[in-house]
């Protein structure tokens, strides 16, 4: 695939084309899809295409909240590893910032977190 795709002579074709070449040599299981997952992930091509989505936006900045508890931001974190403590097992994280005074405020739960259950952690 390496020698098709890259090759020194006007090499880096698309998918259609790489599959085009290497099919007139050579015929495997899978091949069209290991074919387009290896352009898809050439690292020349990354970065040298054109991007074919809109133009990213400005940031824009949050405005600043003017007392506390006014502006709350909160994410989650999963992933984590099982942490029992009772008859209850942790392994994700909701982590809530005041934007005004930075406070933050860390509760264990679980990655099968549902909306009720987030409700009573909020509250």
């Known amino acids: 695939m ?10 880096h074709f698309g998918c ?12 495997w299981h899978g091949m ?10 050439c690292d020349v091509c990354q ?3 054109i991007p074919q989505h809109k133009p990213y936006g400005l940031l824009q900045p949050h405005p600043v909240p003017d007392k506390k508890w ?11 590893p099982d942490n029992k403590k009772g008859s209850q097992t942790y ?6 910032v005041d934007l005004f005074i930075k406070w933050v405020i860390i509760v264990p ?3 099968e977190l549902d909306a009720e259950e987030l409700v009573d952690i909020i509250v």
Do not use: W
């Open 2 to 11: 390496k020698m098709n795709h890259n090759d020194p002579q006007g090499g």
């Open 16 to 27: 259609d084309k790489t599959i085009e070449v290497i099919k007139c040599k050579y015929l």
């Open 32 to 41: 069209s899809n290991e074919i387009a997952e290896y352009v898809r992930t």
């Open 47 to 49: 970065h040298v295409k």
């Open 70 to 80: 006014h502006t709350i931001s909160m994410d989650f974190i999963e992933g984590l």
């Open 91 to 96: 392994n994700a994280i909701v982590v809530f």
């Open 109 to 111: 739960t679980s990655s």
